[in-house]
């Protein structure tokens, strides 16, 4: 796998490979986070959330880990295929009653056969 | 039925016209939401919808003007919009405007506005 410093634009890793993609948010007040795929032409995926008062959530072969001490957010994206090409963003509920997101800026990740 | 759609798919219009934008979603949700994305660039919310009504509007120009006819439709309103504007319109949804509601996003109108 390859880590990235924050707000790195790309990402290319071999298939197969683990990936990891980092997101620094704004807000210490902000209390639930999303992690988002965009594919070319299309609107964003939800792929995995996750809750202020977790630290670690699972899914299917991506692992989302919250450090709020820090204010950082990480996807991890296990034997990455290239199906998985796509920006990634990750999105923050700043709180209140509104539902507002705000996103990161994204990042590119390219899957190379 | 699990998906946001919307229409059209694509959108020229001159700096004269008037057109709509449409989102629909029939998953019973209570929250509605514009956003604007321009190309490589993070969607930016515009307006969100609460139960049929404007609950937020981000500071919006007035030549985009948003509409909620039933909790399943959306309605973006287009009239003297400028070159500047051109980019992807996203519409999304989700269960309630409240916290921790994952929002649910259609495929976009691509908007070029000459």
């Known amino acids: 796998g390859e880590s990235v410093g924050l707000h790195l634009p790309t990402l290319s890793v071999q298939e197969g490979d683990n990936s990891i993609i980092n997101c620094a948010y704004s807000?210490?007040?902000?209390?639930?986070f999303i992690w988002y795929k965009q594919e070319s032409g299309k609107g964003p995926q939800f792929i995995i959330d996750?809750?202020?008062?977790?630290d670690k959530r699972q899914g299917q072969r991506v692992t989302v880990l919250l450090n709020k001490t820090v204010k950082h957010l990480s996807l991890q994206i296990a034997a990455t295929q290239p199906g998985d090409s796509a920006v990634y963003f990750c999105a923050e509920n700043q709180g209140g009653s509104q539902g507002n997101l705000i996103f990161g800026k994204g990042t590119k990740l390219s899957v190379k056969p | 039925d699990t998906e946001v759609t919307q229409t059209p798919k694509h959108l020229v219009m001159g700096m004269t016209n008037k057109k709509s934008l449409k989102c629909e979603q029939h998953m019973g949700h209570r929250a509605m939401y514009w956003y604007k994305q321009k190309a490589k660039k993070p969607p930016e919310l515009m307006f969100v919808y609460s139960y049929e009504k404007l609950s937020i509007n981000e500071s919006v120009p007035s030549r985009f003007s948003p509409e909620c006819p039933n909790s399943s439709l959306l309605n973006l309103h287009l009239h003297a919009l400028q070159p500047e504007d051109s980019a992807l319109y996203l519409c999304?949804?989700?269960?309630?405007?409240?916290?921790?509601?994952?929002?649910?996003f259609g495929p976009g109108t691509r908007l070029t506005v000459l």
């Open positions: 999304a949804s989700s269960q309630g405007p409240g916290l921790n509601n994952e929002q649910f």
């Open positions: 807000n210490s007040a902000s209390d639930y």
């Open positions: 996750i809750r202020s008062n977790m």
